[in-house]
């Protein structure tokens, strides 16, 4: 149990818990991890029979990953001391545990089975923050759970040091989510009730806004493909269609696309594709670094994409984006270097300048990823 001045409510937690380790006969310890309280909550924890642990470094995050680390079971349960788990009916986490899951979520959502007491969740949480983050987790990252901000949960220790967990806030919890299934874990979901806050001595820890966007914000970090890369194959994609119409000077319901499409052409296909090299870059750091873990895409793209087929494309793009330049300085010499044909010549300098940026990017790129290939941790 996660703790920072919890003496009103711990007492019951902590008695919850060891009635449930007592009358399921189950072997274990209750461990608090106070995160500096000021209250007396580590001498009233210890004076229960827990097992508290100090930790220094303050944040929800490093409370939990203190206590983990300090934990000394084959399996963990992790739950707020704020008495809104009922830690006496642990029983559907333990046997789920020993029957081979490596991580279990507690849902209090109805849409997972769960159940929510009168003013137990703040509105704008139950029915938009977390419904909408956890369909995000869904969808991004194949996170197989209906309730991604339950703080109750249960897990096999030896799964935490292989996930690498950063985080030092409130988003830790969704980061063990995220990783535990980027990392192919056998996660599975248990239907609780979520009761009223039982403190008056302050408000809860957590802050709407604050931590909401530290979520998303983490769930970006977590996926280049969607920060990046799917962005960047949208603008990519508006921008072939605009050269599509422009080039030839199409009219199409009505409007005819000439040079300015063309500029708006160039500058989606030239950041699209710096997006898409971006996410191919985040990537592969990630991976580097253990942030993230290895894919077969990733190592796909290494050996398709090696230095020198990188340099081989962005020098043939580099090559004719210079060649449509040339060709367009011949075009105002002929022209005894006065006025041009803006249209006709735009034509060319355009997509000459587009094939340049992106033959030069793809030149820095490859040297970076093969940079990147070459660093070892």
Known sequence: MPCLNEAETLPRCIEKAR?????????????VADNG????????????????????????????RGGIAAAR?????????????????????????????????????????GTIEPAAMPLSHRWLGNPLFSALARRMFRVPVNDIYCGLRGFRRELVPALDLRCEGMEFATEMLIKASLRGARIEEVAITLHRDGRTAHPPHLRTFRDGWRTLRFFLICSPRWL??????????LGALGFGVAMPGLTLFGATFDAHTLLFASLA??????????????RTLAAREGFLPETELLGWLREVLSLERGLVLGVVALFAGVALLLAAVLQWREAGFG?????HTMRWVIPGVTLTALGFQTVLASFFVAVLGSYRR
Do not use: H
């Open 37 to 64: 309280s000021s209250d007396g909550s580590p001498g009233i924890a210890a004076s229960l029979g827990a097992r508290v642990v100090a930790v220094a470094e303050r944040g929800y995050g490093n409370a939990l």
């Open 228 to 237: 990046f890369v799917y962005p960047g194959l949208l603008l990519v994609a």
């Open 339 to 343: 006025r041009l044909d803006y249209a």
């Open 19 to 31: 009635r449930f380790l007592r009358e399921q006969s189950v072997s274990g310890e209750v461990l």
């Open 73 to 113: 079971g084959r399996f963990v349960v992790m739950g707020d001391a704020d008495d809104s788990y009922d830690f006496a009916a642990l029983g559907a986490f333990v046997g789920k545990l020993r029957a081979g899951a490596d991580l279990v979520q507690g849902c209090r959502l109805p849409a997972g089975g």
């Open 269 to 282: 296909m030239t950041v699209g594709y710096q997006a898409v090299l971006f996410g191919w870059l985040a």
